[in-house]
């Protein structure tokens, strides 16, 4: 078999495959559904119905989306510059510790000087934390693919050492957490009595900003370039290294925002469990946004709605709620399948 | 100080860093079989996580320990094939679809592990393999108990290094697997489908992944929880480039990695609670960067790995 590149391909295929990638992972979990012994169509009911069948249950998928955006969109801006950054995990926890140093009392200030500056901080120490991989790559060639994963480990239990040690909440009855924000660090609920905080609002912003940069920025075109050709634009005169070293800053950065709307927005402190997996999960984020700063908000929300969906739904149908990861996972493979078919055509022979 | 410098001429030191290289052996061997064929294969910590489950899953539903075995390398070879399925004929990104198979086999073997055990709270233990001394060659002082009284997965652990060695550089069928990551025209040009050289290895690289993540439940913890492969994978991907792409040397490396990491775990207990845990913890994922950064420089990349390959482009 072989592949051949399509004539622009039109706007019914294009809507076409990523329809049809849904459809094949939904098929892919209900298989695992039934054989949980539960009927498929009670299932996604509950799913629907847990994800966005309320009020409430909106606001707790926005809730779970925010991280997800940020992530998605520090893994798009990275991979749009075929820079692959792995290790969002990191760098979230990295702008999650700088949050609760600055944020438990250290800086005496009204809120809206300390939220700003505790953002600024929290996104430098997740740049630094991306620029050390990025200049591994650029200058000795080490592959930034296993050095960002293995930081992921080290991160997670450098946050426990600090949770055991100098970040620990005295009051906290011997658990490796860390002390509560103060109230000027907090980012205000959007709702009172809903747990959807500001942090939503930032991460749209955020989107919204690094589409313009994407888009309408001299640095937006060079990492495209550096991204689809790093020769071509070497040779163009595009300073390459300069580039995605810039690249690995504003990707660590958002990133760590994350981190820092997690803890200043819903959870208020820090905890080793602060995130399940949404350095990973974001990744699927901005594959199935197709790298897109705006489609990273819609996918965000549509991954966070599987996994809310999906707790809620597991509690009632004693189906595992690790099928939520199952089908992000599932999309993932089929999404990238499908954009592929959009360009390509197999030819068998 | 001189503790720190007896952790060395103990047995049970060596015994441990042995152990602890097994599980590497395998997968390092099985990532340097896909790489060398030119397909990076980033589903090793899923695929890790799958074999590790499937091989304990066996034993306990009432297996015998080499079916264990088995099951493992086929749940490995079946990861295998969807991630060459995607990155080989359709030649999609590997590092977007190794993310995504280990995300999958991951969430996959904690899903299974739920709905086959949904009550459990503390993993139950099988009868897992028992150590097997070699007569005569196990009585050498210090490296015979740790080289010659293993359990026989690590035996196995050898002879696949061998057979991987002999294999890649003594059959044609290794001359074409190391020409497809090197320069698959050429392999094209004997006639031989590069596509299929690629997938098969593939495919048995992953069966031994699989491999190396049942010797953790069959060997070494007698059971299976989450977490447990724990970045395992990542670091054999990084003892690959350790060990330019060659069997022995990556053998070596895995072998140093772990004497290190058995020490770390030693020199702990000597320093008493002194500095954090932690730390030592970290040190094997440092190493890990270090040892990627000391090889950079001089690191001979097969030339075609990560580049699809076209029938019929040049």
């Known amino acids: ?349 | 100080m001189t503790e720190a410098f007896d952790i060395l001429l103990q047995t049970s030191f060596w015994v441990a860093a042995i152990r602890i290289a097994s599980p590497l052996i395998f997968a390092t061997m099985g990532e340097l079989i896909c790489e060398r064929a030119g397909v990076l294969n980033l589903g090793i910590e899923g695929i890790m996580v799958a074999g590790a489950f499937a091989g304990w899953f066996t034993v306990y539903s009432g297996g015998d320990l080499w079916a264990g075995v088995v099951v493992a390398a086929l749940t490995g070879a079946a990861f295998g094939l969807a991630h060459s399925t995607l990155t080989v004929p359709l030649g999609l990104s590997q590092h977007v679809v190794g993310i995504g198979v280990t995300l999958l086999a991951t969430s996959l073997t904690y899903f299974t592990y739920r709905l086959a055990l949904p009550e459990v709270t503390s993993p139950p233990k099988i009868e897992a393999f028992q150590p097997l001394p070699v007569p005569l060659l196990s009585d050498i002082p210090l490296i015979g108990p740790a080289l010659f009284a293993q359990t026989p997965l690590t035996y196995l652990a050898y002879v696949t290094v061998a057979v991987v060695g002999w294999a890649l550089y003594r059959t044609p069928l290794g001359l074409a697997v190391r020409a497809a990551g090197e320069n698959p025209s050429a392999v094209e040009a004997q006639g031989i489908s590069v596509t299929a050289i690629r997938m098969g290895a593939v495919m048995v690289g992953s069966a031994l992944m699989a491999v190396g993540g049942a010797f953790l439940t069959m060997s070494a913890f007698n059971s299976f929880f989450f977490e447990m492969v724990n970045g395992r994978g990542w670091i054999c991907i990084a003892l690959v480039v350790f060990g330019s792409w060659r069997p022995g040397k990556a053998l070596l490396g895995a072998i140093l990695f772990a004497a290190f990491d058995a020490y770390q775990v030693r020199l702990q207990q000597v320093t008493g609670g002194v500095v954090p845990y932690q730390l030592f913890l970290m040190l094997p994922y440092l190493l890990s960067i270090l040892a990627l950064v000391l090889v950079a420089r001089r690191a001979t990349y097969p030339k075609a790995l990560m580049v699809p390959y076209q029938k019929g482009e040049r």
């Open chain 1, 1 to 349: 078999m072989r592949l051949e590149p399509k004539p622009a391909p039109s706007l019914g295929t294009t809507l076409l495959y990523p329809v049809g990638a849904i459809a094949a992972t939904v098929v892919i979990a209900s298989l695992l559904v039934l054989a949980a012994g539960a009927n498929p169509f009670a299932v996604f009911g509950l799913v629907l119905k847990g994800a966005a069948g309320s009020q409430f249950a909106l606001m707790e998928t926005l809730t779970r989306a925010t991280p997800l955006v940020f992530i998605g969109l520090a893994v798009a801006v990275a991979f749009r510059a075929k820079l692959w950054n792995i290790g969002a995990e990191a760098q979230l926890y990295a702008g999650a510790i700088l949050t609760v140093v600055l944020g438990t009392g250290a800086l005496p200030l009204p809120a809206f000087i300390l939220l700003p500056l505790i953002a600024v901080f929290a996104a430098l120490a997740g740049a630094m934390l991306l620029l050390g991989p990025a200049v591994l790559k650029v200058r000795f060639g080490v592959d930034e693919v296993v050095t960002t994963l293995l930081l992921n480990f080290v991160m997670l239990l450098f946050v426990s050492m600090l949770l055991e040690g100098v970040l620990k909440d005295p009051t906290g009855l011997g658990w490796p957490q860390s002390q509560k924000l103060i109230a000027e660090a907090r980012l205000p609920r959007i709702v009172t009595g809903r747990r959807l905080h500001y942090g939503f609002v930032l991460a749209l912003v955020s989107a919204i900003a690094v589409w313009i940069v994407m888009k309408k920025t001299t640095l937006g075109y060079e990492m495209r370039a550096v991204g689809h050709n790093p020769e071509a634009a070497r040779f163009s005169g595009m300073p390459v290294n300069w580039i995605l070293l810039k690249t690995a800053l504003i990707s660590g950065g958002l990133a760590a925002l994350g981190g820092f709307s997690e803890v200043a927005g819903l959870k208020g402190n820090l905890t080793l469990d602060l995130s399940p997996g949404f350095g990973y999960s974001g990744i699927v984020v901005a594959m199935l946004a197709m790298l897109n700063p705006l489609g990273v908000i819609v996918a965000a929300i549509f991954v966070a709605g599987i996994f809310v969906g999906a707790d809620a739904m597991s509690r009632t149908a004693g189906v595992p709620s690790y099928i939520a990861n199952v089908m992000v996972a599932t999309a993932l493979l089929t999404m990238v399948t499908a954009i592929m078919l959009t360009r390509f055509r197999v030819r068998w022979r």
